[in-house]
């Protein structure tokens, strides 16, 4: 049975949350999202980007609908990145290659180089990138939706 993989990019917690609340309302499973996002330490030392590090570091601990999944974060470094927070299939793919880098997470879980190229250099601006995993053609398309109606970019469903 095939599964579908649907990636993007967001720019700011509040799109994060914003999604990830409509997923859930939608009926798609905690477990079957994931994240991956640059530590609040690294955050902090890019002026613009540290709202959203306070942002992250505060759902993680205050338990708002998103917060159960910021909390199951693991933290690893990635050489050329520094610390990152991950969680689900993206946090598990990057803590297995972290010492390949974001290139070898990324073709682990079957991205060509040039999509994975795009999500590292987002990565590493301080964006966060977010999957759902489905075994529904239907599903993908309907989490495709959600992420675009809340400004990710570069979505994208992959069949895993």
Known sequence: MANYRVMGIAEDRQSVTQAFEQLTQAG???DDISLLHPSPEQLAEQSDQSQIARGAAAGATTGGSIGGLLAGLAAFAIPGIGPVLGAGILGSAMAGAAAGGVMGAFSQIGLADDLAASYQESLEQGATIFAIE????DRAADA??????????????FQV
Do not use: C, D, Y
């Open 28 to 30: 798609f499973a905690q």
């Open 134 to 137: 489905t075994p529904n053609p």
């Open 144 to 157: 495709e939706h959600i992420l675009r109606n809340h400004g990710f970019s570069l979505v994208n469903t």
